[in-house]
């Protein structure tokens, strides 16, 4: 079985501070790994994805994410933040073998404080 | 283009009636997917469908849940004998295929509330 675990429900940074949105996770085979971002009242947009090709992924509005297999990791940052970022962030997993079941970690609350 | 749409955007019922929510996938998206986004639960799966096969259910909650697409493109959800449990969010993706790696792209949701 496979799961993810978003290890803060809220984070709150200054504009123009780093980002850091911690995700791990679980599965039994090589998985596909995702982040989607939600503003409010908005759908999900998918902000990066990693599928098993380079381990570190960029992804828009400056964000990306590390694959670290070895801490079954797959943080999300971003180096400056802007107030415009902030949202609900999900990051997301399909194992190998799972169909076409996406699996969401509860969400990261991020506000951004001018 | 245009998104993945749903309709209606909120829906309020009582109690015991049924419902049903409407989705419209990107044209030319052969799989299309049900989730719920509620407080307690977080977001889940309900039921994906590829092309002409036969729809993987295995996240509905209940034999009160069903779903449908028809012609290979439009998909209705439908609850019937709602419960105040089945409120939530429930959101409608699609993507070009069905690969682990195609993104999904999804709609801005229909917020179901039963009274």
């Known amino acids: 079985a496979q799961s993810v675990t978003q290890l803060d429900s809220h984070v709150s940074v200054s504009e123009g501070t780093p980002v850091l949105l911690r995700c791990n996770y679980s599965?039994?085979?090589?998985?596909?790994l995702f982040w989607y971002v939600q503003h409010p009242n908005k759908g999900l947009q998918l902000l990066l994805k990693?599928?098993?090709?380079?381990?570190l992924v960029k992804g828009i509005n400056g964000f990306e994410a590390e694959f670290k297999k070895s801490e079954t990791s797959f943080h999300l940052t971003k180096p400056s933040a802007h107030m415009s970022d902030a949202a609900e962030y999900f990051c997301v997993v399909r194992p190998y073998n799972a169909g076409n079941m996406l699996t969401f970690g509860g969400g990261t609350r991020l506000m951004v404080k001018p | 283009g245009a998104g993945v749409s749903q309709s209606p955007s909120n829906k309020v019922t009582e109690k015991g009636k049924d419902v049903e929510l409407r989705c419209d996938p990107i044209s030319g998206h052969t799989a299309l997917y049900w989730y719920r986004q509620s407080l307690g639960q977080g977001l889940e799966f309900l039921i994906y469908f590829q092309g002409n096969s036969a729809p993987d259910k295995s996240g509905l909650p209940s034999d009160r849940f069903s779903a449908e697409r028809t012609g290979g493109s439009v998909s209705t959800l439908t609850i019937q004998r709602t419960q105040q449990e089945d409120s939530a969010v429930y959101l409608c993706?699609?993507?070009?295929?069905?690969?682990?790696?195609?993104?999904?792209?999804f709609g801005p949701g229909t917020r179901l509330t039963v009274l």
């Open positions: 599965s039994s085979y090589s998985p596909s």
């Open positions: 993706a699609s993507s070009l295929e069905s690969g682990r790696v195609s993104e999904q792209f």
């Open positions: 990693y599928t098993s090709a380079a381990t």
